[in-house]
């Protein structure tokens, strides 16, 4: 007996080096592409915090004298068709994007988790008749959904970004239900019912913790599909209403006054575009962080 | 087999009625007077009780739905509030068009990430990976009006060489539609393209890990032998299942594309439907679309059977 | 004379996580045609990784050969690259492998006539028509039946055990002169292992054929082997003929192997002894002998110096030591002078027999039975059950160990899982603290959960790896209101971690910061939390490493005579259920075929399934294998849904009777506690 517990002492100074929390800040920033992804993110947080005191004009200010008019010292990306400066619309359209995917994305990953979680638990009637209602919402492309919900509710911000999380269940629900099938499987899942843990507990303690990890990347990733989404919509006209700023909307406008002043257009397609790219790398570093795989001697 | 395919069918059926139910109740949600909204304010009493009878909104929604889904079966799916034509006529003039625009980017795609993706998981970790790697990101990232902008901008406005907007059959003018086609279907494909990349990337990757790859190797087989013959058909099994939603995702984008290419598909229809308030239209369309989709998924699923042997006992 | 296969001072590198691991330290081996030779060592001491070095198959990303030479009937294969045609054809067509996961190790879609006729048209230039001729001929050789039709079978329609014989008849298939088994049989039961082994030890002697064994099993080194090298942190720490090495070993590591292995003819009480310690880290650099800080035998010389190198003991037995260890084999045969300790030990254990019998029953198990449902077709609508447990019956007394034995398939671990509740058995009585709990509702359940607890196989999944130690240790305590306030929970759990020889410090770590042996301790203390009188032990130490098994083997009867616990040990380990058993009963596709008491189940086994059960474990001692007789059975075991008529056994077995396959023989009492279910004894 003595002599084992000595041995214990001895793996002590063995012990893998860094604990959890380093571990994963290592591998996760150990890609410089997740680290540029990291900082536009904070970046995009911040302009939209800040946008009032970093928009150098109001994006609402008309003047239509100086329409259209190209980069100068005062209007640093120029003027769109109605003479509002185009970086401070940009930069207040930070906000929109950003709305619009948080609380999409919040909508969506509760709602879809839940229903997830519930499936994957009790399966039998009630996981058949959650799958195929995520189905019916999967055969119906997001735009298109997002759309008929905009016709029938009024093509408000609001519709928008509750047309898009119902359009995001789908992908949590599922994956919440494979995560959740899967770990039920596990040996110490059982060892809580053998030790006599109330079903409530087991789902909340030992299930639920070890489903994570996938979610988490999923939210990140879905940013990104949510703000390009909330682009596509606003591009086609809904969302937000004239006179506000959106990025898709500003595409949109551009797309007459190509000759004009071209950034218009290109300018909100851009930030687009490495916002978007910005979550998905993110969400990638998170992945490779997160995998199970990597962790110490598993 | 024969039971997998038999269960599919159901489960699709039963989608579709789901699909049905939502598409109906969309009318439903609509805060006020269904028929006030779509004759617009100025309409008289008179056009909107006549409005409200030609489409049965006096009685119970039930009923309504009943008679709707009744008159969907039989292939009439009302008239179209703007056009005067039946919406049955219209989709079948737009449909073909979105399907070519979508079939030549679904081609377009899957002959260029696949092989890319392959390419990227044998060569990981070389520059031809990051360079295939980074491409797909950001073709997951880039706005597809966008990019339709950009590409008219440069290739139609500066350069002169392609049609700005415009569709012409194939069957017509071939080689003016495909000058056409171009760079709608460009556009179209980046989205699954790039999603195909990174998925047939960590398929290789995750089956190249696998046990009987080693063995293939230790049989003294050529690389190329074990990456295709014995990777590869392995790989595509998850692929697949990709394919399907793609799928969706193309008739989603093709929204975006028509519009900007000014394309008369069942994109656009939706659209202008959308903003009509052109009920009929709208239901009529996502009726069909979910049929669509519904079907590709279920000819990828059936597929399975082809690709993982796995399957075909169940 | 020149060897087939010489390998000379070969060094791999594998670089994880930053750190560069010495996998292959300078290993240097040979085999002849026609040798069989074995490679012993635990997981991760390199055995493996050199076999794959040699034919270069290692991932090269994370792995590098950096040095050594591989001479194969004369030329060095490492000098050529690793895809080069000439490795290639090495590789299948010169030397097959053939690897341990039958489950993994063959391509799912592709046919197995397939995965055999590649081989032979690309090594020996076959049509495609003549190869496949010869594919139905292969695998007909290795025993699959009906070879014609099962050619065009997939892989997932093979039971593991056949897989593994496709593997060998691939491996096979295009004559090389060097077949190497790395770990071959080492996932298969013990009746297919034997079968397999034979089938391999038949091709050597028909074809001279070269035969390397890679293995972690004492056993079928000393039943098959002539030559063995054992292999400790990446180099050979002995080598010699078998039977120089069993008869003396002279590395510590050897002779810990041998001291640690329990054997099936091992007296009772034989305590095991571990090999103290963790398995060596490949990252440490240190120059010193990488067996030291586990070494019972060191002196001052293996603390200043390096790695000692190999050195003649005598004729072709090598040992890396600077110690000159004299000793002598394990020696369990009773000379004169022993017998009249033979004789007392004889009585004592009648004795304790006695005592263990007047004992109260503790749990007793009547006519278990467990089916479970199949869903098929269209509907999804049951078509028939799966009985995994027909019949089941028996009794554990207070303070005893039942030892519960069979092969795949036969149901053990599902009898644990109803006894334990996780399933609701379809029929039968489970008598736990005078109450039948078989179909007891969860509610009332809850409090008894308390007095019987599981120990689970997989130290990797039995642990929520979100959760610490300490917590799950002490969750029974929590969910049962065991302790009044925080710190008789603290104490509690310290405690605990104590009785399992665990630090009480490390509770606040994770478990994938624990080796595999220590996290089964954590789940022996979660399950010793709640104070239980029955442990139900499902395969504990299985997926541990010799050395470390010793240790929980030991820990389990420690805490059994200290606690008086009441043991239900599920193995498939004969040697193991033999050593730690006090009564044993043989399972059977969801019947127990014979239950006695340790020694008469050993000494004088009575079903015949027991007996070729028994006879299929290899001792780890060459001088008696020598003298055993070998019972090969037939087939495989029946899948569940085909159950034989009459005797589940009865298609297998060597001394069937035509009545044997029309009535079901019931378990009935031959002499004393001794019970048997067979036509034939009865």
Known sequence: MTTVTKQTNQFSSQAPSASGLWRFLRVFLGRKVVIFGTVIILGLIITAIFAPQLAPHDPYQQNLRSALQQPSEQHLLGTDQLGRDILSRIIYGARVSLTVGFVSVGIGSLLGMTLGLLSGFFGGFIDSLIMRLIDAIMAIPPLLLALALGAAMGGGLQNVMISLGIALIPGYARLMRGQVLTVKQMDYVKAGEVIGSSDFRIMLRHILPNCMSPLIVLVTLNLGVAILAEAGLSFLGLGISPPGAAWGAMVSDGYRYLLNNPLLSFAPGICIMLVVLAFNLVGDGLRDALDPRLRGTL | MAGYIIRRLMQAVVVLIIVSFIAFSILYVLPGDAALIMLGLEATPEQINALRQELGLNQPMLVQYGQWFFKILQGDFGKSIVYRDSVADLIGKRLPVTFHLGLVALIISIIISIPAGILSAVRRGSILDSVITISANIGMAIPIFWLGILGIYFFSLKLGWLPVYGYTSPFDNFWLSTKQMIMPAICLAVVPMATLTRQTRSSMLEVIRQDYIRTARSKGLKERTVLIRHALKNAIIPIVTLLGLQIRNLVGGSVLVETIFTIPGMGRLMVSGVFDKDFPVVQGGIMVIALVVVLANLIVDLSYGYFDPRIRNE | ?682
Not at chain 3, 498 to 527: C, N, T, W, Y
Request: proline share 6%; hydrophobic share 40%.
């Open chain 3, 1 to 682: 004379m020149t060897h087939l296969l010489e390998v000379k001072n070969l060094k791999t590198q594998f670089k994880i996580d930053g750190k560069v691991m010495q996998v292959v330290n300078g290993v240097s081996y040979y085999i002849n045609e026609g040798e069989i030779v074995s490679v012993v060592g635990e997981s991760g001491c390199g055995k493996s990784v050199s076999q794959l070095s040699g034919v270069q198959l290692i991932p090269t990303p994370p792995g590098k050969i950096v040095g050594g030479e591989v001479i194969f009937e004369g030329v060095d294969l490492l000098k050529f690259k690793a895809d080069s045609e000439q490795m290639r054809d090495i590789r299948g067509g010169k030397i097959g492998f053939v690897f341990q996961e039958p489950m993994t190790s063959l391509n799912p879609v592709l046919t197995v006539g397939q995965q055999i006729v590649e081989s032979l048209i690309l090594h020996l230039r076959m049509t495609k028509a003549d190869a496949r001729i010869r594919a139905v001929e292969l695998i007909k050789m290795v025993g699959i039946p009906d070879a014609k039709q099962r050619i065009d079978d997939y892989p997932h329609q093979f039971s593991g055990g056949m897989r593994q014989r496709i593997m060998i008849a691939m491996a096979l298939s295009c004559n090389p002169k060097l077949l190497i088994a790395d770990e071959a049989t080492t996932a298969l039961d013990v009746t297919t292992q034997a079968q397999i082994l034979e089938v391999l030890k038949n091709i050597v002697a028909t074809t001279n054929t070269s035969l390397l064994i890679v293995t972690h099993n004492l056993g079928i080194v000393a039943r098959y082997a002539q030559r063995i090298y054992v292999m400790y942190a990446g180099r050979v720490v002995e080598s010699g003929t078998t039977k120089d090495i069993f008869s003396e070993p002279r590395h510590p590591y050897t002779i810990g192997l041998l001291k640690a292995v329990p054997r099936l003819d091992e007296p009772k009480g034989h305590k095991l002894v571990p090999i103290d310690g963790l398995p060596p880290d490949l990252a440490d650099k240190s120059p010193n002998c990488a067996f030291l800080p586990r070494c019972p035998y060191r002196t001052e010389k293996c603390l200043e110096d390096t790695w000692p190198e190999l050195k003649q003991v005598e004729g072709r037995h090598y040992a890396a030591c600077y110690v000159n260890i004299q000793r002598k084999r394990l020696n369990f045969y009773v000379g004169e002078v022993d017998k009249t300790k033979h004789a007392l030990s004889k009585t004592l254990d009648s004795i304790e027999q006695q005592a263990i019998s007047a004992r109260s029953k503790i749990l007793e198990v009547k006519n278990l039975k467990m089916n479970f449902p199949m869903y098929k077709g269209i509907l999804r609508s049951k078509v028939a059950d799966l009985k995994v447990i027909e019949d089941v019956n028996f009794e554990i007394n207070k303070g005893e160990t039942l030892g519960l034995v069979g092969e795949s398939g036969c149901g053990k671990t599902t009898v644990a899982r109803c006894i334990l509740r996780l399933y609701n058995p379809t029929e039968g009585q489970i008598i736990f603290a005078g109450q039948d709990i078989a179909q007891l509702p969860k509610n009332t359940l809850r409090p008894l959960r308390r007095k019987i607890q599981l120990i689970f196989q997989d130290p990797y999944s039995s642990l929520n790896p979100r959760q610490s130690a300490g917590s799950i240790v002490g969750e029974p305590l929590k969910i049962h209101n065991l302790a009044k306030n925080n710190i008789e929970y603290q104490e509690r759990v310290a405690e605990l971690f104590k009785m399992v020889g665990l630090d009480p410090s490390m509770k606040d770590r994770f478990p994938h910061e624990f080796s595999g042996g220590q996290r089964q301790r954590i789940g022996i203390a979660r399950a010793l939390a709640s104070d239980p009188s029955v442990i139900v032990c499902d395969e504990p130490i299985s997926a541990l490493d010799v050395s470390i098994q010793a240790q929980i083997i030991n820990l389990l009867e420690e805490l059994q005579d200290k606690l008086g616990l009441t043991y239900l040990f599920i193995a498939h380990d004969l040697s193991v259920v033999r050593h730690i058993s006090n009564r044993v009963a043989v399972m059977y596709l969801g019947r127990i075929v014979e239950i006695t008491d340790w020694k008469s189940l050993y000494e004088n086994p009575l079903h015949p399934y027991t007996k070729a059960l028994l006879s299929a474990v290899p001792i780890p001692d060459p001088f008696v294998e020598e003298q055993r007789d070998r019972i090969i059975l037939r087939g495989e075991v029946p899948s569940l849904l085909n159950r034989p008529s009459g005797c589940n056994f009865h298609p297998r077995c060597p001394v069937a009777k035509k009545e044997c396959s029309l009535n079901v023989p019931s378990l009935s009492e031959v002499s004393a506690g001794h019970k048997v279910a067979c036509l034939g004894v009865t």
